[in-house]
C-alpha cells in the first residue's frame, strides 16, 4: 500500500520548489497533500522528511468512529497491542488555524514551532521532542537551530498575513489601533551594546538584561505588528516608529492610535499631530499645574459617571475627565497608604524609596518633612482619570473617546497571555537573530491564540484542554503485523464550536 503514494518535487512559478504526495489513478496524477514550498535546500530537506513521515501515516488504514468500515481488517485479540497514542487530531487542527491566519506559506518548521506554544511552551529541543512524541512529526536539532534564525526574513510577510485575518475574519476597518509596550528578561546573560540591556523591567527583573517589546492591536486584541528594542528604551520613543511603520504598509488607512500615558510626551504628541494622526493617550494630570488641577477640580462634579472636556494647559489639545466613585475609592485607600508610610519615615528621619509626601528640609534636626501641597493636589484628583484627544468632539462623543481607551485592556490582556500561556520569557536564546525569531514565533503564536478565543469565545485554556482530549491510539496485530488506529469521541469538540472554525478546505 506504501507503493502507492509517492513523494513528489516540482519547480513553481516563484522559482520555489513545492513537495507533494501523490498517488496515481487510471494513468492521472492525483495530488493527496500539498506540503510545503521551499527556497533553499535547507527547507527542501525538512519539507521532504515531512513528507516521508506523513506518507507512513496515510498508508496505515485508520478506523474512526462513526465511519463504515465494510473492509475492516480480521483482528486476533489475544495478540493485539498498543503501539502508540498520539494527538494528530489536534496536530491538524491547529495547522488548519495556521492556514486560517495565513501562516501556511511558511516552511512547515515554523509553523509547527508555532503551535506547540499554544500546547506546550518549552525549549526548542523539548519541542522537538514533542513533536515527535505527540504527533510523529521529526526535526533534526541542528536543522531547527540552522533555520530559526532566517524565520525573521518573514516577519513582513507573516505581519501582513495578520492585517489580512484581520480584515477579512473579523472585518476590521482599522478605524483605531492601540499600543503598548512590555519588557522580556533574560536568564544568566550579560547586557551588550546593540540590544541586551538593563532597564525598567516590568517583570521586576531590573538585575538581568532585557528587551523592550512593543505591540500594535485591533480593539478586539488580535495583534497587527511588533517590534523589539533595546532593553533600556524609554517606552514613549518606541510608538512613533511603529505607528508610521505600519501606515507605510497601509496607507488606505488612517486609524485613531490608542496608547497608555506612558506614551504622552509634548514630542510624541506634536509629531503625530504634525504627520495627521488622531490620537487617544492617557493623561497625567498629577504631572500637571497646580492651576489646571484647580481648574479640573472646580469644573467636574463629584457624582459617577460624571465628564467634562476642557482645553490642555498648553492648549496644543483637549483633556476629558471623568469620576467614578470606585475609582476614588481604590485612590483614596491608596493616598491614605501613602500618607500613613511618609509620617513614619519622617519619624524615622528617613527618605524612603520613592516615597511621597515626603520632601528634603533644610532643618538640621529634621532633614525630611511632609509635603502638604503635594496632599492638597493630589486629594483634588482622588477618584478621577483623564484622557488627552485631538478628536473634535463633533466627530467623536467623549463617552466613545473614553470607551476606546479603556480597550486598552486588550493590549494587556495579550501580553499576559504572551508571557503566560505562551511563555515568551524568560529567554534562553544567546544570538540577536535567534532571540528576535523567538519573539516572532511567540507573535504568532499569539495571532493563533487570539483568532480562536475571538472566534469561539473560548480561552487558549479551553481550546487546548478540548483539543488535547482527541487523541488516537495505534494497535497493532503482532500475528499478522496488521496496524489499525482507533480515535476517541468528537462531540466536545464539536459542541464547542472549534469544528467550524477550524473545518478543512
Known amino acids: 500500500m506504501r507503493g502507492d503514494l509517492t513523494i513528489r518535487t516540482i519547480r513553481t512559478a516563484?522559482?520555489?520548489?513545492?513537495?507533494?504526495?501523490?498517488?496515481?489513478?487510471?494513468?492521472?496524477?492525483?495530488?493527496?497533500?500539498?506540503?510545503?514550498?521551499?527556497?533553499?535546500d535547507a527547507e527542501l530537506s525538512v519539507l521532504r522528511q515531512e513528507a516521508e513521515h506523513l506518507r507512513e501515516r496515510l498508508c496505515v488504514q485508520p478506523i474512526l468512529p462513526g465511519l463504515d468500515t465494510p473492509a475492516m481488517p480480521f483482528l486476533h485479540a489475544e495478540s493485539l497491542c498498543l503501539q502508540a497514542v498520539?494527538?494528530?487530531?489536534?496536530?491538524?487542527?491547529?495547522?488548519?488555524?495556521?492556514e486560517q491566519c495565513g501562516l501556511h506559506s511558511l516552511a512547515p518548521l515554523y509553523q509547527d514551532?508555532?503551535?506547540?506554544?499554544?500546547?506546550?511552551?518549552?525549549?526548542?529541543?523539548?519541542?522537538?521532542?514533542?513533536?515527535?512524541?505527540?504527533?510523529?512529526?521529526?526535526?533534526?536539532?541542528?536543522?531547527?537551530?540552522?533555520?530559526?534564525?532566517?524565520?525573521?526574513?518573514?516577519?513582513a510577510a507573516i505581519e501582513e498575513a495578520a492585517y489580512v485575518t484581520a480584515r477579512s475574519h473579523f472585518s476590521e476597518a482599522f478605524a483605531v489601533v492601540l499600543y503598548d509596550v512590555t519588557t522580556l528578561y533574560f536568564e544568566s546573560q550579560e547586557a551588550d551594546d546593540e540590544l541586551l540591556a538593563r532597564g525598567f523591567s516590568k517583570d521586576d527583573k531590573s538585575k538581568q538584561p532585557q528587551i523592550v517589546l512593543?505591540?500594535?492591536?485591533?480593539?478586539?486584541?488580535?495583534?497587527?505588528?511588533?517590534?523589539?528594542?533595546?532593553?533600556?528604551?524609554?517606552?514613549?520613543?518606541?510608538?512613533?516608529?511603529?505607528?508610521?511603520?505600519?501606515?507605510?504598509?497601509?496607507?488606505?488607512?488612517?486609524?485613531?492610535?490608542?496608547?497608555?500615558?506612558?506614551?504622552?510626551?509634548?514630542?510624541?504628541?506634536?509629531?503625530?499631530?504634525?504627520?495627521?494622526?488622531?490620537?487617544?493617550?492617557?493623561?497625567r494630570l498629577a504631572n500637571t499645574t497646580r492651576a489646571f488641577i484647580d481648574q479640573i477640580a472646580a469644573a467636574l462634579p463629584r457624582h459617577e459617571g460624571a465628564c467634562i472636556r476642557i482645553p490642555s494647559a498648553d492648549r496644543t489639545h483637549e483633556v476629558i475627565c471623568t469620576y467614578s466613585e470606585k475609582r476614588y475609592k481604590k485612590d483614596r485607600r491608596e493616598f491614605d497608604k501613602q500618607i500613613e508610610r511618609a509620617k513614619n519615615?519622617?519619624?524615622?528621619?528617613?527618605?524612603?524609596?520613592?516615597?511621597?509626601?515626603?520632601?528634603?528640609?533644610?532643618?538640621?534636626?529634621?532633614?525630611?518633612?511632609?509635603?502638604?501641597?503635594?496632599?492638597?493636589?493630589?486629594?483634588?484628583?482622588?477618584?478621577?482619570?483623564?484622557?488627552?484627544?485631538?478628536?473634535p468632539q463633533r466627530d467623536m462623543a467623549?463617552?466613545?473617546?473614553?470607551?476606546?481607551?479603556?480597550?486598552?485592556?486588550?493590549?494587556?490582556?495579550?501580553?499576559?497571555?504572551?508571557?503566560?500561556?505562551?511563555?515568551?520569557?524568560?529567554?534562553?536564546?544567546?544570538?540577536?537573530?535567534?532571540i528576535k525569531a523567538h519573539?516572532?514565533?511567540?507573535?504568532?503564536?499569539?495571532?493563533?491564540?487570539?483568532?480562536?478565543?475571538?472566534?469561539?469565545?473560548?480561552?487558549?485554556?479551553?481550546?487546548?484542554?478540548?483539543?488535547?482530549?482527541?487523541?488516537?491510539?495505534?494497535?497493532?496485530?503482532?500475528?499478522?503485523?496488521?496496524r489499525v488506529t482507533l480515535q476517541t469521541n468528537l462531540s466536545d469538540y464539536h459542541d464547542s464550536g472549534l469544528a467550524d472554525v477550524l473545518k478543512p478546505h
Not at 494513468?27 to 533553499?40: C, L, M, N, W
Not at 494527538?87 to 495547522?95: G, I, S, T
Not at 523589539?228 to 496607507?251: A, D, I
Not at 532643618?363 to 502638604?372: G, I, Q
Open 14 to 40: 516563484s522559482g520555489a520548489m513545492a513537495v507533494q504526495i501523490v498517488r496515481y489513478e487510471q494513468g492521472k496524477r492525483v495530488v493527496v497533500r500539498h506540503i510545503g514550498s521551499a527556497h533553499t
Open 86 to 98: 498520539t494527538h494528530r487530531f489536534a496536530y491538524d487542527a491547529l495547522r488548519r488555524c495556521c
Open 113 to 155: 514551532l508555532a503551535l506547540m506554544r499554544l500546547i506546550e511552551p518549552a525549549s526548542k529541543l523539548r519541542t522537538l521532542e514533542l513533536l515527535r512524541r505527540h504527533f510523529d512529526v521529526a526535526y533534526a536539532a541542528r536543522t531547527v537551530y540552522r533555520l530559526l534564525p532566517e524565520l525573521i526574513e518573514h516577519k
Open 214 to 283: 512593543g505591540l500594535l492591536v485591533t480593539p478586539q486584541g488580535f495583534p497587527l505588528m511588533h517590534e523589539v528594542y533595546k532593553g533600556n528604551t524609554f517606552e514613549g520613543h518606541t510608538m512613533l516608529g511603529m505607528v508610521q511603520s505600519f501606515q507605510q504598509r497601509h496607507p488606505d488607512t488612517q486609524p485613531i492610535i490608542v496608547a497608555d500615558a506612558a506614551m504622552l510626551s509634548r514630542e510624541n504628541l506634536q509629531r503625530l499631530e504634525a504627520q495627521g494622526y488622531r490620537y487617544i493617550v492617557g493623561a
Open 345 to 391: 519615615l519622617i519619624a524615622r528621619k528617613e527618605p524612603g524609596k520613592r516615597a511621597k509626601f515626603v520632601k528634603k528640609s533644610n532643618r538640621l534636626n529634621e532633614p525630611y518633612v511632609f509635603d502638604h501641597a503635594l496632599r492638597e493636589k493630589t486629594a483634588k484628583l482622588l477618584g478621577i482619570k483623564g484622557y488627552s484627544t485631538n478628536i
Open 398 to 434: 467623549d463617552a466613545s473617546v473614553v470607551q476606546c481607551y479603556h480597550d486598552l485592556w486588550h493590549v494587556e490582556q495579550a501580553f499576559r497571555m504572551s508571557k503566560t500561556d505562551l511563555r515568551t520569557r524568560p529567554i534562553f536564546h544567546h544570538r540577536h537573530e535567534a
Open 439 to 482: 519573539v516572532l514565533l511567540c507573535f504568532m503564536a499569539l495571532m493563533m491564540a487570539k483568532f480562536l478565543e475571538i472566534k469561539t469565545g473560548l480561552s487558549l485554556r479551553q481550546v487546548r484542554d478540548i483539543l488535547w482530549s482527541v487523541h488516537e491510539a495505534h494497535i497493532v496485530d503482532s500475528l499478522t503485523g496488521r
